[in-house]
């Protein structure tokens, strides 16, 4: 089945304390992103990338960083997490560029203490 | 001004009503539109990419004003499961990046 997995759904952290979420597509996708979202404000993006070894800044990249060694993954890492980064992140991926249509992850919704 | 601006709702509607929705965008220079539907604390999903000259998909109706930067969803004979926030999708910047609305919220009523 084609899909975008993402891992963990469910995260409580405490500030400081570094984590990752995964997110791994099957469809062969280049381009991928990520996206947070928070009530009123809709779907953020915090990084995408074009492919293999291109990243770039999307509107909200302060606090996080991302890394696209291989095509199929693209994890999120939150070197210090803060309580204003408690959220639902989305990942996502399509054929080409962002202006495709876009298959996302379920979520994954954390909360940093 | 937000590069894509949708009214939030909520919409509340009987079943079987007609229900319409707009979405202004910011930028002229965008050149893909899209409408997302997304679940209750789901991934959105795509319902419908918008064409210049206007497309139809069942009881699902979007059209594109350029002159006026805006897109609309018509739902027509509105059905429970259509409950749902109904997301406006732009391209926008040299990028060619998506910007996704803030939904529109739509709870159909028995």
């Known amino acids: 089945e084609a899909q975008v997995t993402q891992n963990p759904r469910y995260l409580i952290t405490v500030t400081g304390k570094k984590l990752t979420v995964t997110c791994s597509q099957n469809?062969?996708?280049?381009?991928m992103s990520w996206y947070r979202q928070d009530p009123g404000l809709g779907l953020r993006q915090i990084y995408y990338?074009?492919?293999?070894?291109?990243?770039d800044k999307g509107d909200v990249p302060e606090g996080y960083k991302v890394s696209r060694k291989e095509k199929r993954n693209f994890p999120l890492i939150l070197e210090s997490p803060s309580p204003n980064q408690t959220s639902l992140y989305f990942c996502?991926?399509?054929?080409?560029?962002?202006?495709?249509?876009?298959?996302f992850g379920a979520g994954s919704r954390l909360t940093v203490l | 001004r937000k590069e894509v601006e949708q009214d939030p709702g909520p919409f509340n509607v009987p079943e079987g009503a007609t229900v319409a929705f707009n979405c202004t965008y910011s930028n002229s220079a965008s050149q893909s539109f899209f409408w997302y539907r997304q679940d209750c604390r789901k991934e959105p999903k795509l319902l419908m990419s918008?064409?210049?000259s206007g497309n139809e998909d069942g009881r699902f109706t979007a059209q594109l004003n350029r002159a006026s930067q805006y897109i609309s969803l018509l739902i027509r004979d509105s059905k429970l499961s259509d409950s749902a926030t109904y997301l406006c999708v732009v391209n926008t910047g040299s990028a060619r990046q998506l910007t996704f609305g803030s939904g529109t919220q739509l709870t159909v009523l028995p």
């Open positions: 469809m062969n996708h280049e381009y």
């Open positions: 996502a991926s399509s054929f080409s560029s962002g202006a495709n249509v876009l298959t």
């Open positions: 918008v064409y210049s």
């Open positions: 990338s074009m492919n293999v070894e291109v990243t």
